[in-house]
Each structure stands twice: as structure tokens, then as C-alpha cells.
């Protein structure tokens, strides 16, 4: 019997649909992955590397340093030579050497090196080029640890996942530290919101801190499963949570603008996929947010002290005060000046570092002080001004490619693989950062600058892996794996050998600068303390002796020799501090204190013509410093040299209209030349300015009395000694020609005010009465006198509030008056 054939067996792959067993394949891969050891034992330093760049420049404390930024640029040096050291000790990396040019072979990377090029290029525009060369091994520190980063992502993406569930732990810390602090400062243990600083170094650094993390729990939210899923939730809400109390006005317009992009990224992701994961994904995130706000509300609004501070406000409030606050912001002077320098500075920029030396030029002719803006609170435009043009839009590039690449990938439907989801990392963490980039300036600060490396670093290589042909595709890298990308770079080796070597010279030096800088930070700490106490005892040769050669330029602005001039001129050596000063021209040329120190060295040596000529000096850098212009204007006068002192006054004036020292200067100093009309406008404009100032008050009564009193004293003499007399119909003649020469005296319009009463002159007596309180402070005598007229006049109910105003005041007549003709009525 032949024996029937049966249906061939059906391949069920064959009915997908070619791109969801594409999905299922890569779900597939993605498992297999997996499933594979967390890390090889040899690759386990790698991980240690990247926790030490993450850890312990992060919790570096400062070492008697004036700001952990030295201590930390240090660490980070040495841990870039250690780091840099064990990767040629790699067997892979020391037989494929090529493989480190492979950072360059992204756009990204490409930028970041070009931009390392053009602040090199940079120093040969630089005023100060011992602030470029600090600042250059700074940049170049961060360069170096991302570079390393990337080098070991290149091994084993996974390595991220370990740093993203880090950075997620520690921005729970961070959080619960704010928190912390928060409830002392609700029970009156921390003065204010902007003493809360954890381990960072103030207030600022920390909600940057806080601020940038946010995508490591984002991440982990959107990713992942299970404890680390709620780990990435509850990094969302703490993050989000903190965030509103620290109060940074700047990251509240980043995460309302973070969370409109994620909006719009998730409801994409649902319309083009149907799946209800990223409507969960949105609502877990918008419900983080949703309950920091409602908390945050809740504990501004019935917790919190009553003040009227700022950092307390509402969330609406303070955005509010951005508009009021841009009216007249340093800030914002600062970003205009900034684009002025580049105007001027187009190609090459002022150099780098260079931005707080430079912008002193500009500053200094508005800043009335020594305060400075020693950063321009925005490192796109910052960096623009010292490396130029090109140097700032190569640093804007390398966040574009990032994004760029993020946005390939999306279009790609690359989402299932890790590469994608670590340029998600990537892109969404630059985002962040470049909020914080935007209002503040992270370049300078260390503990922000390496989740700024890790970010940078996952997007490189996550960029390598995308840019490889789809065959080979890899999650991870081992040396296996890369054996034939390095084949294609064998012809390299030669490029990076030569690149390695110019990387340890210029890291060793780095890390000899840094550690000077450190020395130098130490002494700097010294030196502010002791001018904040205003004590400059403590001997002038510890610091002749004690500050290394760089930097020559404090961290606030001030060159190195003129805070050593500072305990010169105290102990009196003046001499000293003439030749100490008298090479420091080029070190900061804009600030203005070398030239004021020299001036008194001069004057105190009795040499004024040289004490005038750097006086003047001093003036044109810095007009408004008054402390200069009472020197040179004193000078001036000791030269016989009056008529150029008064214009000099009054420019001052018309820009500077708090000083009350200059006030009684120059009210004084015109009173003293005849002047008495040109002192008076001076005082009058300061009474009013600062009405409870005594040495005000006592000066504006004296050349009150010579202005309106003493022209007129015989009329004045007249009009009292009838008065005393109880002439008052005599006394009245002389009180009008009195109040008409003279109409600014009370107490004038008190004295015709009682002639008229007692003349009978009721409603005579009720307007000088008004005259007279409208003029100065309430006198409740006057008030029962005019409630006396008022009820001569007719006017009961007038008089008895009058009377009642008296006797509350304590005035006995008011008392009794009230009690006679109005207690009856109540």
C-alpha cells in the first residue's frame, strides 16, 4: 500500500513579519547577553578605574584649601597618570595599540580634540598665559579621564550599567542629605537654604550635583526591571524633590524643559508603537514629579519660616523674579561684556582662563568695588571668548554630535540594544549638564565634570558600535571582539604611540601644576580669612616666602604680589612694596589694586607727584572705587590743584548714589570752597537717600542752618524776641519774611502757628499747623493746638479726633481736652 505523504512541516518565522522577528531577534540577543559573566576577572580593574574617577574625586575633601576644585583637579591628575599607566600594561592595548586613536574616530571625539587644539592655540592670545597654562591642565585633565573612560567602554560597554546604578545611590544620598538639612533649617539649625552645601563646596555645586544624576535614574527607570527599576523611580522623585528645595531657579527651567522633551519622546514612542510601556514609563515619571511638587508645596507653604527670602518663594514666584533680576543682573552685564570681548577677539579669543583678567576691562568701569565676576556663569559663551569663534561652536559640537547620534539611532529603530540605550544615557545626560553649562559654570568644577566624562565617553563609544556594519554587531567588546577593528587600525600604532607619549608629558606636568596650585590654594585660604576679619597681622614674609609661582592670580581676581602687598603695607614697608608691585603690570592690567597699593607705598613715602600719577592710574582702570578717589582727590588738593576735584566728585556721585562716605566728602570739600549751594545738593540728595544715617543727619543740619538760618538771622532774632515777649501780632511780620526766605523750618510755622491762635487767626493757625507737621516729624502738641482752633471753628467731631490723637500720644492738654468736650458723646 503506498504509504500517503504528509503536509510539509510549516516554518512558523516564515508568517512574522520581517521587522518584529528582527525585534525578537535582537530581545533574543539582548538575553544572550545577558547571560554572559557581569565581568571578566581581567577586566576587573577597569571597573576600579572607573569607580575612582567617579568616587573619589566626587568626595576629595579640600585640605585646608581655600575650594576643593584645587584638591580635586589634583586627584583627578594623579588618577589620569595611574589610569593611563595600567592601560599600556594591557596586553591588549599594548599590542594593538592603534586601538586608543579609535576616540577620534567619532565626531564627537573629534571635536573634543580639535577643541583641546584651540585653546592651545589659544595662549598666544592670552594676557596672563600662567592662568592659561592653570586652566589648560584643568581642561585637559577632563580630556584625559574621558579619554581613559572611553578606552575601557571600548572593552566592555557594560561597565556603565555599574556607574549608572552608582550615580542613581548617590543621588539618593544627595537627596536625602538635602532633605536633612532642610528639616534643621525648618527647626532653625541652619540659618539658610544657601548654607546647605553636604560635602560639596556650596550650595550651587550641590544641586548641580543633584541635577545632573538625574538621568542615571532615568535611565534605570526606562531600562531596566525589578529593584533597580524602583531604584529609577524613586532616583526621579528624590532628584526632582531636591531640586525644588535647593531653590536653583535655573534648574527649574531645565526640567520643565527636560520634561516637555520626554513627553514628546514617549508619546512618539506610543503613537508609532501602540504599547502601553511607554505611557507607563510617562506616568511614572510625570507622577515623580507631580508628588515632589505637591510635597514641596506643602512644606514651603505651612512649614517653612515666614520670610521674605527668595529661596522660600513658590516655584511660580521665583521664576518670576528672573524678568526682575535680568533688569539689573551682574549676570547678564557679565554675558554682554562677554560678547563685546568677542567682537574684539573673534578668531583666537583672549586665551584661555583669560575671561576673568579680560573682562575687568569692562567690568571695572561700573563695579564700584572688588567683587568680581570671576566666571561668566555660562560656559558656552565663556569658552567662545577664549578660544574664539571656533573654539566655542567645536564645544558646542561635541553635545551635537551626541544628540545627533541619539536621534540616528531612534530613527534606526535601534531601541532594543544597548548601544541605543546608552546613547539615550548619553544624550539625555548632556541635556542636563547643558542646563547646568547654560547658568553656572561645571567646567570648574571636578565632581560635575566626571559625570560629564561619563556621559560624553558612553556616547563615543556607543557611537563606534552604532557606525560598525550590522553583521557585527556587539553588545560587549572583549579583545576578541575588537580583533578586527584593530587590524583595520594597524596602520596607526606609529600615531598612537606618538599620542601617548605628548599624554604622559603633559599629564605629568599637569599634575606638577596642580599639586603647586594646591600649595598656592592653602595660602590663598590664609589670606581671605584674614581679610575677612580685617586682620593682616600675621607677617608679611610668611607669604614673601610661602606662594609657589603659579598661579600669580588669586581665585577672586587679585594678582598673588598685591595680597602680599597688602601685610607690606600695613607693617609699613613701603618700599617693599613698590618693587614688589612694580613688574605685576601684565599679571591682571584691568583690576586696578597694584596701581592703588603703589599710590599710598608713594604717598606714605612722601612722594606725591608718583602717588598721583598712579592714583590717576588707578582711576582710569577703576572710576568708581572711592577709596582711589578720595586718595587722588586729596592729593589734588594737597597740589593746590581745587578745581579739578570738584568735576571729579560729581562724576562719582551721579553714578554711585549709596556711599555715604563720599556724601560728607564732598559736601564737606564744597562747603570748605565757597560752594555752599553745590555741598547742599549733595547732602540734600543724600538725606533723602539715607534719611537715618546720623553723620547724614548732623551734616545736613549744619549746612541747613548756613543756607537758610544763618542769611536771615537778624529777621529770625526779631520774630523770637517778640515772640518770647508775647508780642505775637509783632512777632508775626518777622515769621512771614522768615518762612518766606527760609520756608524748610518747623519750627518757624510752630511759632506763627501759636500767634495765630492766640491772635484768634483760627484757620490761620490750622495751615501753619499742617505747614508744620508735613514738614517734619508728627507732633502731637500740634495736633491738640489744631484740635483747640478746630473746635473754636465749629468743628466738634474734627476737634475731639484731634484731641483723642493727643492723648493717645500722651499729651496731658489732649487728655484733658478730650475729656471735656468729647468722653460725654461716647
Known amino acids: 500500500m503506498t504509504k500517503k505523504k504528509g503536509k510539509p512541516p510549516v516554518r512558523k518565522d516564515l508568517h512574522q513579519r520581517p521587522e518584529r522577528q528582527g525585534r525578537k531577534n535582537r530581545r533574543h540577543k539582548y538575553r544572550k547577553e545577558q547571560r554572559k559573566p557581569l565581568v571578566e576577572p581581567s577586566m576587573i580593574p577597569y571597573g576600579f578605574i572607573i569607580l575612582a574617577y567617579f568616587l573619589v574625586v566626587t568626595f576629595t575633601p579640600n585640605w585646608m584649601a581655600l575650594d576643593t576644585n584645587a584638591t580635586k583637579f589634583m586627584t583627578l591628575s594623579f588618577l589620569n597618570l595611574l589610569a593611563f599607566g595600567y592601560l599600556w600594561t594591557r596586553p591588549d592595548i599594548k599590542g594593538q595599540p592603534g586601538v586608543l586613536m579609535r576616540f577620534f574616530d567619532t565626531r564627537a571625539g573629534l571635536a573634543f580634540g580639535f577643541f583641546m587644539v584651540a585653546v592651545l592655540l589659544s595662549f598666544t592670545q592670552a594676557t596672563n598665559i600662567l592662568e592659561s597654562v592653570l586652566h589648560f591642565t584643568k581642561l585637559f585633565s577632563v580630556f584625559v579621564a574621558t579619554f581613559i573612560i572611553a578606552v575601557i567602554l571600548m572593552r566592555d560597554m557594560r561597565y556603565v550599567k555599574m556607574v549608572v546604578v552608582l550615580g542613581a545611590l548617590i543621588l539618593l544620598i544627595d537627596s536625602v542629605a538635602v532633605f536633612v538639612n532642610i528639616g534643621q533649617y525648618i527647626q532653625g539649625e541652619v540659618r539658610s537654604i544657601t548654607d546647605i552645601k553636604f560635602v560639596y563646596s556650596n550650595k550651587n555645586i550641590l544641586a548641580s550635583a543633584i541635577f545632573v544624576k538625574i538621568p542615571f535614574a532615568m535611565y534605570l ?90 529661596h522660600t518663594q513658590a516655584i511660580g514666584a521665583q521664576l518670576a523674579t528672573i524678568q526682575d533680576d535680568a533688569r539689573d543682573s551682574n549676570r547678564i552685564n557679565a554675558w554682554f561684556w562677554s560678547f563685546r570681548l568677542i567682537r574684539e577677539n573673534p578668531w583666537l579669543g583672549v586665551g584661555t582662563g583669560n575671561w576673568k583678567i579680560n573682562i575687568l576691562e569692562h567690568e571695572n568701569q561700573v563695579n564700584t568695588g572688588y567683587i568680581y565676576l570671576y566666571k561668566a556663569h555660562n560656559d558656552f559663551i565663556e569658552n567662545t571668548v ?13 553635545f551635537v554630535f551626541i544628540f545627533w547620534n541619539l536621534i540616528r539611532a531612534y530613527l534606526y529603530k535601534d531601541r532594543n540594544t544597548l548601544r541605543y540605550r546608552h546613547l539615550f544615557l548619553a544624550g539625555f545626560g548632556l541635556m542636563f549638564y547643558g542646563f547646568d553649562a547654560f547658568f553656572n559654570f561645571p567646567m570648574d568644577r571636578p565632581e560635575i565634570q566626571m559625570v560629564f566624562a561619563l556621559y560624553m565617553a558612553a556616547g563615543i563609544v556607543a557611537t563606534l558600535k552604532m557606525d560598525r556594519p550590522e553583521g557585527g554587531e556587539q553588545v560587549t567588546a572583549s579583545a576578541g571582539d575588537l580583533e578586527s577593528e584593530e587590524q583595520k587600525q594597524s596602520r596607526r600604532p606609529i600615531f598612537a604611540k606618538i599620542l601617548s607619549v605628548i599624554f604622559v608629558v603633559l599629564m605629568l606636568g599637569s599634575a606638577y601644576i596642580l599639586t603647586v596650585n594646591y600649595e598656592s590654594s592653602k595660602m590663598q585660604r590664609i589670606v581671605f580669612q584674614d581679610i575677612m576679619r580685617r586682620d593682616l597681622n600675621r607677617g608679611a614674609d610668611k607669604f614673601l616666602e610661602g606662594f609657589p609661582f603659579i598661579p600669580n592670580v588669586s581665585i577672586w581676581g587679585e594678582s598673588i604680589n598685591a595680597l602680599t602687598a597688602r601685610y607690606l603695607l600695613q607693617e609699613n614697608r613701603y618700599r617693599e612694596v613698590i618693587e614688589l608691585l612694580r613688574p605685576d603690570a601684565r599679571i591682571n592690567p584691568w583690576d586696578g589694586r597694584r596701581e592703588f597699593f603703589m599710590a599710598r607705598a608713594f604717598k606714605n613715602l612722601g612722594k606725591k607727584d608718583s602717588a598721583l600719577v598712579y592714583s590717576q592710574k588707578a582711576y582710569e582702570i577703576k572710576p568708581h572705587y572711592f577709596q582711589n578717589v578720595h586718595l587722588m582727590t586729596t592729593l589734588l588738593k594737597e597740589k593746590n590743584r581745587e578745581n579739578e576735584v ?66 536771615f538771622q537778624e529777621v529770625y532774632r526779631q520774630a523770637v524776641d517778640y515772640y518770647r515777649d508775647n508780642q505775637y501780632a509783632e512777632a508775626l511780620p518777622y515769621l512771614t519774611e522768615y518762612i518766606e526766605k527760609a520756608p524748610f523750618d518747623q519750627g518757624v510755622y510752630r511759632m506763627r502757628a501759636f500767634s495765630h491762635y492766640y491772635l484768634n487767626n483760627y484757620e ?16 502731637f502738641s500740634l495736633v491738640n493746638l489744631r484740635g483747640v482752633c478746630l473746635r473754636n471753628l465749629g468743628e466738634h467731631q474734627a476737634a475731639c479726633e484731634d484731641f483723642r490723637a493727643a492723648m493717645e500720644a500722651g499729651i496731658e492738654s489732649g487728655e484733658a481736652n478730650f475729656n471735656n468736650f468729647c468722653r460725654q458723646e461716647e
Not at 386 to 398: D, P, R
Open 646 to 711: 570738584g568735576p571729579i566728585l560729581d562724576r562719582y556721585l551721579a553714578n554711585e548714589k549709596e556711599n555715604h562716605e563720599a556724601y560728607l566728602y564732598a559736601a564737606t570739600f564744597f562747603n570748605r570752597q565757597g560752594e555752599l549751594e553745590h555741598a547742599w545738593n549733595h547732602i540734600d540728595t543724600a538725606y533723602q537717600v539715607m534719611p537715618y544715617n546720623e553723620e547724614i543727619e548732623n551734616l545736613y543740619n549744619i549746612l541747613h542752618h548756613q543756607k537758610f538760618v544763618a542769611p
Open 764 to 779: 490761620e493757625a490750622i495751615a501753619d499747623i499742617n505747614q508744620a507737621l508735613e514738614k517734619g516729624e508728627e507732633n
Open 221 to 310: 527607570w526606562m531600562f531596566d526591571r525589578g529593584r533597580l527599576k524602583i531604584l529609577g523611580w524613586l532616583g526621579i522623585f528624590t532628584g526632582l524633590l531636591a531640586t525644588f528645595f535647593m531653590a536653583t531657579r535655573g534648574f527649574y527651567v531645565g526640567t520643565i524643559v527636560v520634561t516637555l522633551v520626554f513627553l514628546v519622546y514617549c508619546g512618539y514612542n506610543y503613537l508609532r508603537e501602540k504599547e502601553m510601556k511607554h505611557i507607563r514609563l510617562l506616568g511614572g515619571y510625570v507622577g515623580a514629579l507631580v508628588l515632589a511638587l505637591v510635597l514641596f508645596s506643602a512644606v514651603r507653604s505651612n512649614i517653612y519660616p515666614h520670610t521674605h527670602a527668595r
Open 386 to 398: 577664549e578660544t574664539g569663534i571656533a573654539g566655542g561652536l567645536l564645544y558646542i559640537l561635541m
